[in-house]
């Protein structure tokens, strides 16, 4: 059966930091890619980040600079380092793993920028 399971997510203050994990499990073969989406409420489920096996990664614009992903492929674990964060950053984050069995997602964890 395979697993994402997510932790790292809470409420923070604006310009703080915050740091994702994603655990995998249960994945056999190929991983051709980790991802990190988040949907906030009203909105459509987006792209944050993604990391191909080759090691390509891609961000939305609105993290550029802001959001690190990464990934120990020992530990199979996958990680968003979150810094400078916003009010606009607030929603439900989910990981994401595309693989020769299919696309997977966690269940989310929620994300709060507030005051």
């Known amino acids: 059966q395979v697993q994402l399971m997510e932790s790292g997510g809470g409420l923070v203050q604006p310009g703080g930091s915050l740091k994702l994990s994603c655990a995998r499990s249960?994945?056999?073969?190929?991983?051709?890619?980790m991802g990190w989406y988040r949907q906030a409420p009203g909105k459509q489920r987006e792209l944050v980040a993604n990391i191909t096996s080759a090691g390509n990664i891609n961000y939305a614009d609105s993290v550029k600079g802001r959001f690190t992903i990464s990934r120990d492929n020992a530990k199979n674990t996958a990680y968003l380092q979150m810094n400078s964060l916003k009010s606009e950053d607030t929603a439900v984050y989910y990981c994401?793993?595309?693989?020769?069995?299919?696309?997977?997602w966690g269940q989310g964890t929620q994300v709060t920028v507030s005051s």
């Open positions: 249960g994945i056999i073969g190929s991983i051709y890619a």
């Open positions: 994401n793993a595309q693989t020769r069995m299919g696309i997977y």
